[in-house]
């Protein structure tokens, strides 16, 4: 055996050293002393055998031969470089649909509006590696996050000041707060650190006991027209199906640093202490006297609430909202101009009026909603503004079972479905006098000077003509679920929040209005294959 051929037994090995290391490095917990040593055996059989090689090395790189090796050396360099610069300074391309490897356009919102350091402490294993990318992608979005590593096996000691025990726990520290969080998922993380900067939670309180759709059931089903489902509008097809659940609300909530519960007003005396506001979504039984009365008292006490109530079920509530100068309309509202679908009982609306809730708004929709009206007086000390609007060709049509305008009894539209009222106690005995003054066409009096009802306090409520709308079956479908998200948040005056709504990553569809279907429809079908139709008979004409 020549020295030539043992040189290269020997380059061999060393090289092949060299990867036992790395391999060792990446298999082995302890693999620090083995993989270095592995490591620099290599380098020294490597560098023996090149040295032994050296003349054939020389010989070899003459002529032609040197080019292409110095070549192929100069193009590995290169990419050895490119590889430099991507570790250096990294670029994300998301290619699917959905954009399931990137943050979410409302969590980069959340995440870009913190004003407050926020060091997070996250321990994580070799398998966790999305999750790191999560943290990493929240840290380089705003300087005031700061991120740390760790893998609690290799870092037992970390692990243990910090008490943890499990790879996947992240810990969150703002200010002196703490929250743990040990989920994967975006919304949860993001939900960790919006509760760490805000310092405390908010209650959303659910009415329950009338028949409401409960926040913590999943219940859904299909609500197409004809044999497919029912209709909650006009009633072509009773089916019988659970009570609707609101689940995906809560989570949309909870995502948002709230905390939702269910409340019972049956009692004599209700605690709403705890609730920053109450929802009282979708009642299918009138409440009794007592329980108005509970909810009256928390509204005076300054409360605020979110009304979600559906059309030809009475309630109850008619005194109390007419109280912030908000009548609950009769019958149901018919646009059909502007619907969902094929249900002209169900508006849907993509332009609405000037308000808070609706900054940047998509299309909403609403199966089977009750018009809204202003009291014939305007009251004291009262703002109300409506939000939604039908189309101009809608109507209300007062039976349950038609979509007929009947003259003289349906009104016309553009219908209001949705309105805020705020009371502002501060102003009620001023703005009484001046409407007097108008009516009555008397002399201007001096202004007296606003009067501030002691046992009235400042409070919020919105009313909507449909509760289905935020149920788990319409909730995630276009802007319905920002809607009731953007409604609680201005009720509970987390207007950081407006906007903001959970991800979700549904099957993708194609929403559109009834007219948009039309359109559609005579496009695809008729006017472009006419199109088509009438070039190829002028072009076989002119060819003959």
Request: proline share 6%.
């Amino acid at each position: 055996m020549n020295k030539s051929f043992q040189a290269g037994l020997l380059f061999i090995v060393g090289l092949a050293a060299m990867v036992f290391s790395l391999i060792a490095d990446s298999l082995l917990v302890d693999a620090g002393w083995v993989s270095t040593g592995l490591l620099a055996i290599g380098i020294l059989i490597t560098g023996y055998a090149v040295f032994n090689l050296r003349l054939e090395i020389r010989e070899y790189l003459r002529h032609d031969r040197g080019e292409l090796v110095l070549s192929t050396v100069g193009l590995i360099g290169i990419f050895v470089a490119l590889a430099w610069l991507a570790a250096l300074y990294p670029v994300r391309f998301d290619l699917t649909k959905n954009r399931e490897h990137s943050l979410a356009p409302q969590t980069i919102k959340l995440i870009r509006a913190i004003d407050k350091p926020v060091h997070i402490v996250f321990f994580h294993d070799r398998g966790m590696r999305d999750t790191m990318e999560l943290y990493a992608q929240m840290a380089d979005l705003n300087k005031r996050i700061t991120i740390e590593f760790f893998d609690p096996v290799l870092n037992p000691s970390q692990a243990r000041l910090r008490g943890v025990e499990y790879a996947g726990t992240a810990l969150i520290e703002s200010e002196e707060r703490k929250v743990t969080v040990n989920s994967p998922s975006e919304t949860d993380i993001a939900n960790g650190i919006l509760r760490v900067t805000q310092g405390k939670q908010q209650t959303a309180c659910f009415l329950d006991g009338h028949g409401e759709p409960d926040p913590f059931s999943l219940e859904s089903h299909d609500h197409m027209e004809g044999s497919a489902g029912h209709s909650h509008g006009v009633e072509t097809k009773i089916v019988n199906h659970e009570r609707h659940g609101m689940a995906k609300a809560r989570n949309g909530l909870e995502t948002l640093n709230y905390k939702v519960e269910k409340i019972n007003v049956a009692g004599s005396q209700t605690d709403f202490s705890k609730c920053t506001l109450l929802v009282v979504a979708g009642p299918q039984l009138p409440l009794m006297n007592l329980e108005i009365k509970q909810l009256e008292a928390y509204l005076h006490n300054g409360g605020n609430a979110l009304f979600l109530l559906d059309p030809f079920v009475e309630t109850g509530l008619d005194s109390l909202i007419a109280q912030y100068g908000v009548v609950l309309g009769k019958g149901l509202a018919i646009d059909p101009s502007s619907h969902f679908w094929a249900d002209v009982s169900a508006p849907a609306v993509s332009n609405y009026n000037p308000h808070e809730v609706s900054l940047k708004l998509p299309l909403t929709f609403f199966p089977g909603a009750r018009p809204l009206q202003p009291t014939p007086e305007p009251l004291a000390g009262v703002s109300v503004r409506p939000v939604v609007n039908t189309s101009q060709k809608s109507y209300t049509s007062l039976v349950k079972t038609s979509t007929d305008y009947v003259e003289g009894s349906s009104a016309k539209g553009p219908l209001t479905l949705m309105v805020s009222s705020i009371f502002s106690p501060a102003v009620e005995n001023s703005a009484a006098d001046i409407m007097k003054q108008l009516r009555s066409n008397e002399p201007e009096k001096p202004a007296a000077a606003p009067v501030v009802k002691s046992d009235r306090k400042p409070s919020k409520i919105i009313v909507i003509g449909d509760s289905d709308f935020a149920t788990n079956s319409f909730f995630h479908v276009m802007g319905n679920g920002q809607l009731f998200l953007n409604a609680v948040n201005f009720l509970s005056a987390s207007d950081n929040l407006i906007g903001l709504e959970p991800r979700t990553f549904d099957i993708p569809r194609v929403e559109m209005t009834n007219i948009q279907m039309k359109i559609t429809f005579i496009l695809s079908l008729i006017a472009i294959p006419l199109l088509m139709a009438g070039l190829g008979m002028v072009v076989w004409w002119k060819q003959r």
